[in-house]
């Protein structure tokens, strides 16, 4: 409810502040072309990432081109900075084959050289930093931070 009435109060003031036609993303949220990204300043578990990102009204972060990769991991090395946050994908139901959480096989990848490894049975994705942000298969229970996803809104 208290979300809605920070968009509605956005969408008010969006043709003072910015062009027409585009729409601002929540607050907290930074825009990458008809997406906005929350980057956590906190460290929980996959599931707890997940949680958080529904309340907000989002998904975990779902990379699905180079383009978007770049804007995202530049985001979490210039102004995140945390050792690692969750993405969207898991290979709980066939090890080994990642998907993201709506199902989708994933086509584009990003995976640092030596990963995914299962190394204590790693099911869940992520950027880890002193990878420089590449992809790396995490155990789900870890504690890292996280980045949700969401459209930008259609409210104006
Ligand atoms: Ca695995
Ligand atoms: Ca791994």
Not at 71 to 84: H, I
Not at 108 to 129: A, I, V
């Amino acid at each position: 409810m208290r979300l809605e009435l920070v968009s509605v109060l956005l969408c008010s003031l969006a043709p003072l502040t910015v062009a027409e036609g585009i729409c601002p993303c929540p607050t907290g949220f930074v825009q990458y072309q008809q997406a906005c990204y929350w980057f956590s300043n906190i460290a929980v578990s996959f599931a707890q990432a997940r949680s958080y990102c529904q309340f907000f009204r989002s998904h975990l972060a779902r990379i699905t081109s180079k383009e978007e990769d770049d804007f995202v991991r530049s985001y979490a090395k210039e102004t995140g900075r945390a050792p690692g946050y969750w993405l969207g994908a898991t290979d709980l139901i066939t090890e080994g084959t990642f998907k993201w959480e709506v199902g989708d096989t994933l086509n584009y990848t990003n995976w640092h050289s030596e990963e995914p490894n299962d190394k204590k049975t790693e099911d869940c994705l992520g950027y880890r930093k002193i990878y420089d942000y590449l992809w790396n298969d995490y155990s789900c229970n870890g504690t890292i931070n996280f980045i949700c996803e969401r459209k930008v809104p259609r409210c104006c």
